[in-house]
């Protein structure tokens, strides 16, 4: 789930899970004047390892069962029986009231929407589905965006575009880059293509809550904020437009739209960055075969010496 600038700091007043960090054993650090990252163990980047499995399977099924005719709400419910038969809960299910498990966006909408029984899917439709998930008190957060049938080959390469500029982040990134540095991984991708980056919504900070510091934004603007080191868990999260990426936000407080009402694209994935790589912990196979493209391996935390 998508982080925006007022979400954040509301977040910080009174971040979901703040009770249980001491019982857990997750470090804090101080950046700056921000508040705390919460800093993660070898073990507990397990635990997330465990929550994002099941995020990864959740969206399996979801994207099998896009498909014209379909409701929202009917995505909704697989996505809340596939979470709890796996022994999780849906990290988004009353979030701050959210009312339903996943978010689905359908075209101009780019993130938050309200699942409903009365919204079908077309032909021709995009469909951002955004899913998190909690188990042994850790999250697992991750999003995509899939085609209804055929679409336009323009909505093709903005999907295209979207997806990789996420997986430039996982691949481009290094111990030491500053936070800053990750956005302008999105930007390099997604300017050349002429399409929108929506820039005041972005990816945040995860582990014992869903949204924690830092705020990941999809731009960058010169080497700033906290530094990438071991232990940080970040969900990177590109949000793009096929026109002007303006943005307002609907009457029922969650659901953003373009405001000259272009089609959009949302994808996510949460990952921590080792000493020998990136690990990707909501991808099934940890990011190998997509990163392989980009010649770079991943590095399981279990392949990790201990100390």
Known sequence: MVAGAATASEHRRRPQGAEERSERGAEQMVVGRRPMIEMKSPEQLQLMRRAGLVVSDTLKQLRAAVAPGVSTEELDELARETITGAGATPSFLGYHGYPKTICTSVNEEIVHGIPSPAKRLAEGDVISIDCGAILDGWHGDSAITVAVGEVDPELTELLRVCEESMWAVFA????????????????????????????????????????????????????????????????????????????????????????????????????????????????????????????????????????
Do not use: C
Request: aromatic share 6%; no cysteine.
């Open 172 to 307: 481009g990134a290094r111990l030491g880059m500053r936070i800053r540095d990750l956005g302008a991984l999105v930007e390099r991708t997604v300017l050349p293509s002429g399409f929108g980056i929506v820039d005041h919504y972005g990816g945040h900070g995860i582990g014992t809550a869903m949204h924690q510091d830092p705020h990941v934004l999809n731009h960058g603007r010169g080497s700033r904020g906290p530094k990438l080191v071991e232990g940080m868990a970040l969900a990177i999260e590109p949000m793009i437009t096929a026109g002007d990426p303006e943005t307002e936000e609907l009457a029922d407080g969650w659901t953003v739209i373009t405001t000259d009402r272009s089609y959009a694209a949302h994808f996510e994935h949460t990952f921590t960055m080792t000493a020998n790589g990136p690990w990707v912990l909501t991808a099934a196979d940890g990011g190998a075969a997509k990163l392989a493209e980009y010649g770079v391996s991943i590095a399981p935390i279990e392949n990790l010496a201990r100390p």
